[in-house]
């Protein structure tokens, strides 16, 4: 079955430190991974679009890496701000028809 | 440009009550999508469309209708609520045909059926 797992759950860091949220997937064929940013009450925004050749990508304090071999993804953020605070979704595009398959997200809350 | 936008952001239905969901979009794209988001779960897709008047069902339909009379605009109805459909639910759309394709969400309806 297609699967998407995150971990941890939840996670409460203070501003200014680094994190690192973890993904691993079950899905087959793999066509690709993304990271979508969910602020509470909205809805979600992507950060990465990784494909199979991709392991590592960047969008501003986000770092994301792919290793298709361990069917695992991690979303690193560093020196953390206070608008980090949100549910981060991990998706894998696959399976028939790039069907996406949504991880159920990991809620990140940044203490001052 | 407005992107993708809802309508109503909350509503409340009594059991067996009908109602519709507006999505509307303004990036003249081609494919949209209902979603439903529940707590500890990831989004579900519920129905989807490929262009003006076709439309498709997702993984959890039963329960949904749904129409796509104009580009711009992709309708959820729920004919007879039932408290198991008490969700958010999100309405996105995308461009591309590729398979790195960019989804476009809108803010979300938060529907409570009593």
């Known amino acids: 079955k297609n699967q998407v797992e995150q971990s941890p759950q939840s996670l409460i860091i203070l501003e200014g430190k680094n994190c690192t949220l973890q993904?691993?997937?079950?899905?087959?064929?793999?066509?690709?991974l993304r990271w979508y940013k969910q602020d509470t009450g909205r809805g979600p925004v992507s950060l990465t679009i990784m494909t199979f050749s991709e392991n590592t990508k960047s969008n501003g304090r986000y770092t994301a890496t792919l290793d298709a071999d361990t069917k695992q993804s991690s979303l690193h953020i560093t020196a953390s701000q206070l608008s980090d605070s949100a549910s981060y979704i991990c998706?894998?595009?696959?399976?028939?028809?790039?069907?996406?398959?949504w991880g159920a997200g990991t809620k990140l809350i940044i203490k001052p | 440009n407005a992107g993708v936008t809802q309508t109503p952001k909350f509503r409340v239905l009594k059991t067996g009550q009908s109602m519709t969901l507006l999505c509307a979009q303004d990036?003249?794209?081609?494919?949209m999508y209902w979603y439903r988001q529940d707590p500890g779960m990831g989004l579900r897709l519920i129905h989807y469309?490929?262009?003006?008047?076709?439309?498709a069902k997702g993984e959890v339909p039963d329960g949904y209708n749904v129409s796509r009379l104009k580009k711009q605009n992709f309708l959820l109805g729920l004919e007879s609520a039932a408290p198991s459909q008490t969700s958010v639910y999100f309405c996105?759309?995308?461009?591309?045909?590729?398979?790195?394709?960019?989804?476009?969400f809108g803010p979300g309806t938060r529907l409570t059926v009593t």
């Open positions: 469309s490929v262009g003006e008047g076709t439309t």
């Open positions: 990036m003249n794209h081609e494919y």
């Open positions: 993904c691993n997937y079950t899905v087959s064929p793999f066509s690709n």
């Open positions: 996105a759309s995308r461009l591309e045909r590729g398979p790195t394709y960019e989804q476009y």
């Open positions: 998706v894998v595009s696959g399976g028939s028809n790039y069907q996406l398959i």
